[in-house]
């Protein structure tokens, strides 16, 4: 099984936006963890973006943003 991360998906996931509600606009790294722990308790969505808030989550939880920030400065869109 690779367990190698995925270029491309790293990219979309530090360069995605939070499409709506409170925090609408801000890149998924930047929202408040506690936001995503709610998100956890109460469910993530359905689809993409489900797994970008759970995978940021992770991220959130292991100290790696900035892995992500990088991400965002050495690959702009």
Known sequence: MNMAPDKDKLI??????M???KF???YLVNLPE??????QQKGFPDG???I???????IKINGLEP???KIQKDFPR
């Open 48 to 50: 993409k973006l489900g």
């Open 24 to 26: 609408k606009g801000r």
């Open 12 to 17: 979309e996931l530090a360069h995605y936006r």
């Open 19 to 21: 499409p709506f509600g």
């Open 34 to 39: 506690p936001y995503l722990i709610w998100y």
């Open 52 to 58: 970008l808030l759970k995978s940021m989550l992770e």
């Open 67 to 69: 892995l992500i920030y």
